[in-house]
């Protein structure tokens, strides 16, 4: 079964409002989780590295005004996609990691109107 | 940063034949090589991977390749069915305790034909 769950799977929202993407660990702990984008027929970009207690890492050219991550509990982590354009309409997703790999959420298929 | 090559970009195979999906990492330090199976609009999964320590793992139809030398790892399929028929990304990882941040290849669309 999935090891990550992530919610909502959709969303749509209209272009100035923020939207928030949780991501959970189910049954482990998971002190660094993963935000990764996803454009159609495109490959997964790293956005930033979500640690447990303290800042989130992001990847360069990514902004973190825009794209605000929390990671609040060793469960939880959650993207804020602020001030949301039609341009951020993105496949958004998580992952967090166990001994044995790195598994993902089921995305977020983010539009932006 | 890591850099992950992927080749080739589409590719379609009769039933019952083989497939072979390359990638190419530029650094020498990434110990961690998974490769994911996504469907449309569906979560990668993990359906194999393979670390700096050996050359070669298999499971069942599906085997993974190291070339720490030459710094390539490639993915083998093989006796297709149609429903393996997804985009497959390699990726590259330093692991760091057991967190894997992952730089992924660009992806190849794997058709299987009936």
């Known amino acids: 079964g999935a090891v990550v769950s992530q919610h909502p799977s959709r969303v749509i929202c209209k272009s100035g409002t923020s939207v928030k993407i949780e991501c959970r660990s189910l049954?482990?702990?998971?002190?660094?989780m993963f935000w990764y984008r996803q454009f159609p027929k495109q490959s997964l970009m790293l956005m930033a590295t979500?640690?447990?207690?303290?800042?989130?890492?992001?990847e360069q050219g990514v902004e973190k005004d825009k794209f605000l991550i929390n990671h609040a509990s060793l469960t939880l982590s959650t993207l804020t996609v602020t001030s949301a354009h039609p341009e951020d309409s993105s496949f958004y997703i998580c992952?967090?990691?166990?001994?044995?790999?790195?598994?993902f959420g089921q995305g977020t298929r983010l539009t932006v109107v | 940063g890591e850099n992950v090559e992927q080749h080739p970009s589409t590719l379609s195979v009769q039933e019952g034949d083989s497939a072979v999906i390359k990638c190419t990492y530029s650094d020498s330090a990434s110990n961690y090589f998974p490769w994911y199976k996504q469907e449309l609009g569906k979560r990668p999964q993990l359906i194999i991977d393979i670390r700096s320590n050996v050359g070669e793992k298999k499971d069942q139809r599906i085997a993974v390749t190291l070339n720490k030398t030459a710094k390539h790892f490639s993915l083998h399929i093989t006796e297709t069915q149609p429903e393996d028929s997804a985009v497959y990304f390699c990726?590259?990882?330093?692991?760091?305790?057991?967190?894997?941040?992952?730089?992924f290849g660009k992806g190849t669309l794997l058709t299987v034909n009936p």
């Open positions: 992952s967090a990691s166990r001994p044995e790999g790195a598994f």
């Open positions: 979500s640690n447990e207690g303290s800042k989130a890492t992001y």
């Open positions: 049954d482990f702990q998971a002190t660094t």
């Open positions: 990726a590259a990882s330093i692991l760091s305790g057991s967190n894997y941040k992952l730089t």
